[in-house]
């Protein structure tokens, strides 16, 4: 079996796949990151935002309007913050207010 596992990988790589097979083509998403990382100031607030981008627009149909809003709520407040103990409390806030 891991013999197979080895022939396998090697085809899966070189197999031409377009990059909308893993949802990654996206003008929304690609905007969204550019707009709200512009001005990001830690790494802690990128991660968050980048999320953020992933659920509202790779995901964005599978969201509840409370998961909606809370995705929102971060992409509103995170993009300038430096300090990354201020953004956990920023996230926190944004779950309490959205009822996550």
Sequence with gaps: MRNLAYLLLPLTLASPLPATAFGMDNPDYDQCILQSLRNSQS??????????????????????????????????????VRDGYAVQQILRACQRQNQM
């Design 43 to 80: 790494n802690v607030a990128a991660e968050a935002i980048r999320r953020s981008c992933e659920a509202l627009y790779r995901n964005g149909a599978l969201l509840l309007p409370r998961e909606r809003s809370y995705h929102v709520c971060v992409l509103e407040n995170v993009q300038s």
